[in-house]
């Protein structure tokens, strides 16, 4: 069954606004990690949270990790036309060697 | 950091024909290997996971096979493919138990 699933689906936006989009998994994880991908590309990798840390930044990107909830976030500020593609979260479950992909959310940013 | 190579970059085979795609990394070592599939518009499925030569864990039973001959190669394959073989496939390596990156993956069309 499905691992990661996030949340929403589909998210449309001006350029200039900030977008989040949440995941949720269901077992205990060793690292979430969020990917971008393009349309009809491979996915690229964004930022990796371990399961001991609360909050990560990286540029424009702020990724939260609640293991209580099972849940994590992924928030774009200041969007960009270019910020337009899926995104995915890919947990690694403990003990486990494989990372398991969410459904995905479809972001489009409106110029 | 490594490199993923896919080819080729598209396929369309007929149904019933055989499949090999390939799958090769550069500029790391023992990495472990996976096969992924993405239905359009729809998140990814692993396929087949490999932590070595000659060792495969597959995920979800169906017709296809992967293989692994070399430390930095891996196979994807099929005797015989059906119309549900098309998709996206994204082969991806992991070295260090951190991050996952991914190739740019295949486009198989079953006509």
């Known amino acids: 069954s499905q691992q990661g699933e996030e949340d929403p689906q589909a998210l449309s936006i001006q350029e200039g606004e900030n977008a989040t989009m949440n995941c949720s998994y269901k077992t205990s994880i060793n690292n979430l990690q969020w990917y971008r991908q393009n349309s009809g590309r491979g996915l690229v990798h964004l930022i990796l949270i371990r399961s001991n840390e609360r909050e990560k930044h990286s540029g424009r990107l702020r990724v939260t990790l609640d293991t209580s909830k099972k849940s994590s976030s992924l928030l774009i500020t200041a969007s960009r036309a270019a910020d337009t593609a899926s995104y995915f979260c890919?947990?690694?479950?403990?003990?486990?060697?494989?990372?398991?992909f969410g459904t995905g959310t479809r972001l489009k940013v409106l110029a | 950091s490594q490199t993923i190579h896919q080819w080729p970059a598209t396929l369309v085979q007929p149904v019933g024909s055989p499949l090999s795609l390939e799958c090769t990394v550069e500029g790391t070592s023992n990495p472990n290997l996976y096969w992924y599939r993405q239905a359009a518009g729809r998140g990814l499925q692993l396929l087949f996971y490999s932590v070595g030569i000659g060792q495969i864990s597959s995920e979800v039973p169906q017709n296809l096979s992967a293989s692994r001959p070399q430390d930095r190669q891996f196979i994807l394959s099929s005797k015989k493919l059906l119309l549900s073989d098309s998709g996206f496939y994204l082969c991806a390596c992991r070295t260090g138990g951190t991050e996952q990156f991914f190739g740019p993956g295949t486009r198989l069309t079953v006509l």
């Open positions: 890919a947990t690694d479950s403990s003990g486990t060697y494989k990372y398991i």
